[in-house]
């Protein structure tokens, strides 16, 4: 398996992977919702708002994952990691966290203090987040599932409360997915 940053020609294909999925496991609508956000940090976040990785093997992507800016009023350098696809058939097989702290590590390289993600505790624990409340870190949205907030710092210090509102990129700023 060969972990690696995605490129501009691989956009089809994570948007594929991220289709089919989505697709299989939450249903057809589901599944274009998130092949379309998707495509959107893709295509309409800045540079310097965007850290995309993927997994390959024999050339063909089996696994992908984004981080994006999670922009705080004081300036915190801080990403959100979301969405998240590893191929049906190369589920459970530990290709999800190792390409999680794949990113992890490219992003402590370039000084991001807290990454952010929302989703299950129980597979994010796995791999260095903890669940926190919103008086720590004020999500953009109302959060559907609160126990889904995690944070994890990156220098191993402790997360300390972050004063006043957060901005996520444009393709995630939508209340349906928080």
Not at 58 to 84: C, K, M, Y
Request: glycine share 8%; hydrophobic share 40%; charged share 20%.
């Amino acid at each position: 398996m060969k972990l690696s940053t995605y490129k501009n020609s691989d956009i089809e294909e994570i948007k594929q992977l991220f289709l089919k999925v989505f697709s299989d496991s939450e249903g057809q609508e589901e599944g274009s919702i998130i092949g379309s956000l998707v495509l959107d940090i893709m295509t309409r976040t800045s540079a310097q708002d965007i850290y995309g990785f993927i997994a390959a093997e024999n050339d063909q992507i089996s696994g992908s994952i984004f981080f994006t800016r999670l922009a705080f009023e004081n300036s915190e350098n801080a990403f959100i990691l979301s969405p998240v696809a590893i191929h049906t058939n190369h589920q459970g097989k530990g290709i999800g966290q190792n390409l999680i702290n794949f990113g992890i590590k490219h992003l402590k390289e370039n000084d991001v203090r807290l990454v952010f993600t929302y989703g299950d505790p129980d597979f994010y624990s796995k791999v260095g987040f903890k669940c926190i409340t919103e008086t720590i870190a004020k999500a953009p949205f109302a959060l559907s599932q609160p126990e889904g907030w995690l944070c994890q710092s990156l220098f191993g210090d402790e997360i300390r409360p972050i004063v006043g509102k957060s901005r996520c990129v444009e393709a995630l700023n939508k209340a349906e997915y928080w």
